[in-house]
């Protein structure tokens, strides 16, 4: 596959679930190679995002939260020896019709870990859109695993999602595997060079009975630090994500969402609002 070659160096339930547009409902839970802005393809399908309220996070008063939670390692899990290394900026300038400063909400090394069968993706788009977006989930030797393919519009700039819990042909996450992701944006239908891409790992991993018990104890609050102590990142991420839509005013919410971005250098999208993205499914004839 083109994307392979190109790459060659490399949703929906996640407990949480927000109001269907478009084409369904979708649940809440988006550093380039050192290659140059080579834009990779990957022919794919992709997993649905889903529909957010729009979030204008305050800006916090003081000094910039600049340290990561406590107790979380999110740089120090590595994608397998023998995989390619994610890509978490898209890079190029191909001007507004092509967003290639889209970037993937995930740690410096591209690999987060998570405790869900079906976790969420977040993806911050520097331009509003409206385009054919694909979703690809690869096993660690690269096998296509999952792929689905959407038009995505979006009335701004901003974070958006994609979560495999909302599609019930979507695969389930094994605990103990790895996995790589592709995210897609298609600029121009007639020429795949002009395809913006970005790509991560992911590895289920499974938790200790006392911390999963904690868990089914906790509020939604509290299990942030539980998430940061095991070094969960997607489940840190989207819960954090769904507390701030729902208490938009709450500063504190809007400061750990800073400093857990700021924790694996990206700070420059940590004041980007939450945004909601309107999607339908492409079928293929």
């Known amino acids: 596959m083109a994307l392979k070659s190109a790459l060659n160096i490399g949703a929906l339930s996640l407990i949480l679930s927000l109001e269907a547009v478009a084409a369904g409902s979708f649940l809440i839970p988006a550093e380039a190679l050192n290659s140059p802005a080579n834009i990779v393809k990957r022919p794919s399908r992709a997993q649905l995002p889903f529909n957010w309220q729009t979030v204008q996070p305050p800006e916090p008063s003081g000094s910039r939260p600049n340290i990561q939670p406590t107790g979380a390692t999110w740089n120090s899990f590595q994608p397998p020896e023998d995989g390619v290394p994610g890509r978490r900026e898209g890079g190029g300038t191909r001007g507004l019709e092509c967003p290639t400063a889209t970037t993937a909400l995930i740690p410096q090394s591209t690999m987060g870990q998570t405790i869900s069968a079906k976790p969420t993706f977040f993806y911050y788009l520097p331009v509003a859109l409206d385009k054919t977006v694909q979703f690809e989930l690869a096993d660690q030797r690269d096998k296509t695993l999952y792929k689905k393919s959407f038009r995505m519009v979006t009335s701004r700039?901003?974070?958006?999602?994609?979560?495999?819990?909302?599609?019930?042909?979507?695969?389930?996450?094994?605990?103990?595997?790895?996995?790589?992701?592709?995210?897609?944006?298609?600029?121009n239908p007639k020429n795949t060079t002009d395809d913006v891409l970005v790509s991560g790992w992911i590895n289920r991993t499974a938790v200790a009975p006392s911390v999963k018990t904690e868990l089914d104890r906790s509020s939604e609050l509290t299990k942030l630090s539980i998430f940061a102590q095991q070094s969960l990142w997607y489940e840190y991420l989207a819960t954090l994500a769904q507390l701030r839509i729902e208490s938009p005013s709450d500063a504190s919410l809007a400061i750990k969402w800073s400093a857990v971005l700021n924790s694996v250098e990206l700070g420059k999208i940590a004041q980007e609002p939450l945004v909601a993205s309107e999607i339908t499914p492409i079928t293929r004839k």
């Open 157 to 187: 700039a901003g974070v958006v999602s994609v979560s495999l819990a909302s599609d019930d042909n979507s695969p389930a996450l094994e605990v103990g595997k790895n996995y790589q992701w592709y995210f897609t944006i298609k600029c």
